[in-house]
């Protein structure tokens, strides 16, 4: 996993042409969880907390970003997210290990995509908004293989 983090330049591209960033988080894929609303006994209002989660993943990813070598850019940007989970002990097989797979189980690929996205947010974009395409893969990570994430940035 180590070997995939850094610049890559695109096949038939020339100096000063976009770049593409591949980064990799390790450890158990992260994903955007709700707002929690409580009504304030004393003063009547509905205030918001967020989970704590949300904003310590965001700056772990963040900081993966940084080491990378991501710097804001202006214009259009391209983001490509594969959320690798840890295989469940359940799944394991003996005679013939599980190699990667397709994973349908919660948590569903826009809230990965959403922490992920906000998190790049002043790091390899200005704003979030700039994001003109995106893809979101979820598997299972190969049998004994750790989870991991793996984010790809490149200028559109």
């Not at 993966?64 to 799944?91: C, E, M, N």
């Not at 013939?96 to 959403?114: E, H, L, S």
């Amino acid at each position: 996993m180590a070997g995939r983090c850094g610049v890559v330049r695109p096949e038939g591209a020339e100096e000063g042409e976009a770049l593409k960033t591949i980064f990799i988080v390790p450890g158990e894929p992260g994903f955007k969880r709700r707002a929690r609303a409580f009504v304030h006994n004393v003063l009547h209002v509905v205030k918001l907390s967020q989970p704590k989660e949300n904003a310590s993943y965001e700056a772990k990813v963040a900081t993966f970003a940084r080491a990378a070598g991501l710097v804001p850019v202006v214009g259009p940007v391209v983001l490509g997210i594969t959320a690798y989970y840890t295989l469940p002990r359940s799944k394991h097989r003996r005679r013939k290990p599980c190699v990667r797979q397709a994973k349908t189980t919660k948590p569903d690929w826009d809230n990965i995509g959403k922490i992920v996205s906000d998190s790049l947010n002043g790091v390899a974009y200005l704003d979030d908004a700039q994001v003109c395409r995106a893809t979101v893969t979820k598997a299972w990570a190969a049998q004994g293989e750790a989870g991991f994430l793996e984010v790809e940035v490149e200028q559109a």
